[in-house]
């Protein structure tokens, strides 16, 4: 009966600590959130520069499943390589192990102490930031709870020589001993719980130091569950910063595996207080590893796109709309930004540029590319919109509410581009039915105004990528020109139509062209005033 209530004692205490880690993470995502993304858009192509942007954005986040979630955007927009990324991972391995370094300071003499303090903020703050802040120290005070609780009930442990049978027969074997850690850390989805499990194990005495070296190196496999769970439904992106970091990590600790013993003793050598000597052990392992496989980044990235090639096939769903950032309003519209981006990509690239082959040759393998495509548009257009829906039901700041409504528009826009490009494939097959054929001068005449208007695109698109609003304004101050190209196509049409009454036959669809072209400028026009704010 005794052996249970420590038990629960031991559960208990994780699980407080658990929970402590989960609240932090959610308070400095939603007090930081609004400052990674120009943290990130600092990233360059130096691999140091990104190594100390992956340790800041981990810091501020305490949660590598966000930090994760911003990459993979990221690398999707094009905006950053999985190089880059790679370096990101790197950097915010070793900003993970501030949590471990602090439980070594014994914190935990002041939990409760934390918990009173960051209690009347987090329930009475009238600022949301203030608020979030207040959640984090609460947070934080769990955390440093929880692991006293597991202390104290690991002590009498001691007097229980079967279970303490049952630890050394597991830690006495290196390789079992990560195992095992490897799995309760993948269980429980925190590195800093099995870690701070192994210190209070250690420092009770249950078991000695050279066991909890494997535990350390096996929490840090674990670790990368997470990321690879959440990845197995989202896009091929997320699966190779999911997959480079597991690699990282496995083979980390294979390097290591051989070299325990004289690791085991070097880190004993840091500190005299056994709690300190394993959190250490932490960050020496990441800090190595880090050394090892940040000059060779840029080829890990290439061996993961081998690993986990481009499929031709386009995939019908979001990549981005993740319901675990939706409390966190920042982050969640800047994954609905992605995916309209996605949606824009997919019109600029691959059904834009077809258009006017399209109706010239009328070639089947077009339409159905086209078709293929305008389906996965209106497939996102419900999507995003249905999450954007569901941010507007969080607590958002009037800025955030104004980049859900613009985005709205956008998202919009898309979509009827998209139902353009359709109307098109209808024209290309009723000339095909007719036998129709435009004169040389017409096609001349609709390839410069298609080449202006998706010039006008691209642009559009670039600026609300970037946010860039001089690029937006010039846009809009170039659509006079566009509508006058499109009078004066209509005036060369008519006069045309007078010389040569042929023409007339092909008239009405020369003017539906004409138009189409116009209505896809039209939501060029709408995609820019939005991105500087006239919606």
């Known amino acids: 009966m005794d052996l249970v209530m ?24 939603k007090a930081s959130a609004h400052r990674m993304k120009y943290i990130l858009a600092s990233l360059t192509s130096n691999r140091l ?30 905006m950053m390589s999985l190089g880059q990324a790679l370096g990101v991972i790197l950097g915010s391995a070793i900003g993970t192990t501030l949590t471990v370094q602090l439980i070594a300071f014994k914190v935990t003499d002041y939990a409760l102490f934390i918990i009173a303090f960051g209690i009347p903020i987090y329930l009475f703050a009238k600022r949301p930031q203030l608020k979030h802040i207040g959640q984090a120290v609460l947070g934080f005070g769990f955390v440093f709870y929880g ?7 690991m002590s009498p442990l001691r007097s229980f020589p079967g279970f303490v049978d049952l630890l050394v027969s597991v830690t006495s074997n290196p390789l079992l001993a990560i195992i095992v850690a490897a799995l309760f850390t993948a269980v429980v989805q925190s590195s800093a719980a099995s870690i701070a499990l192994a210190m209070s194990l250690t420092s009770q005495g249950v078991i000695d ?8 190196l096996g929490a840090n496999i674990g670790t990368t569950a997470t990321a690879l769970l959440s990845s197995m439904a989202s896009s091929r992106a997320a699966k190779r910063v999911a997959l480079a970091h597991l690699i990282f990590k496995s083979i980390g600790v294979l390097i290591f595996l051989p070299f325990v013993g004289l690791f085991t003793e070097l880190v004993a050598m840091t500190s005299d207080n056994v709690q300190r000597q394993i959190a250490n052990s932490h960050s020496i392992f990441n800090i190595v590893n880090l050394l090892i496989f940040l000059p060779f980044t840029t080829q890990f990235g290439s061996l993961v796109k081998r690993i986990l090639p481009d499929t031709e096939k386009m995939e019908r769903r979001a990549h ?17 930004k992605n995916e309209v981006l996605r949606m824009a990509k997919i019109i600029r690239d691959g059904m834009l540029p077809e258009l006017l082959d399209l109706v010239k040759t009328g070639e089947e393998s077009v339409k159905n590319k086209i078709r293929e495509s305008e389906l996965t548009i209106d497939f996102l257009y419900k999507s995003v919109t249905r999450y954007l829906a569901r941010i507007s039901q969080r607590n958002l700041s009037e800025g955030q509410s104004e ?63 970037k946010e860039d609003e001089d690029l937006a304004r010039q846009v809009i101050r170039l659509n006079p020109e566009v509508a006058k190209m499109e009078k004066s196509l209509r005036y060369s049409h008519f006069n045309r139509l007078q010389q040569n009454e042929k023409t007339l036959e092909t008239s009405s669809v ?4 004409i138009n189409n072209l116009l209505r896809i400028n039209g939501h060029a026009l709408s995609i820019a005033q939005a991105t500087i704010g006239i919606i």
């Open 510 to 513: 020369h003017m539906d062209l």
């Open 209 to 216: 130091f050279n066991a909890a070296i494997p535990m350390v």
């Open 320 to 336: 981005y709309l993740d319901d675990e950032v939706l409390d966190v309003p920042e982050l969640a519209i800047n994954q609905a």
């Open 147 to 153: 692991m006293s609780l597991m202390s104290s009930s």
């Open 403 to 465: 980049q859900q409504v613009r985005l709205l528009y956008v998202c919009n826009d898309m979509e009827h581009a998209g139902d353009v490009m359709m109307s098109m494939i209808q024209i290309a097959e009723k000339m095909d039915q007719q036998g129709m054929q435009l004169s040389t001068e017409g096609w001349q005449e609709l390839s410069m105004m298609h080449q202006s208007i998706k010039r006008n695109f691209e642009n559009a698109v670039e600026a609300f990528e």
């Open 49 to 78: 520069l990104a190594v100390f942007v992956g340790i800041v954005l981990t810091v501020l986040l305490q949660s590598s499943s966000a930090a994760t979630v911003l990459l993979v955007g990221l690398v999707n927009a094009g």
């Open 6 to 29: 420590l038990m629960m004692g031991l559960m208990g205490g994780l699980g407080i600590f658990v929970y402590g880690i989960e609240l932090t993470s959610d308070g400095l995502q």
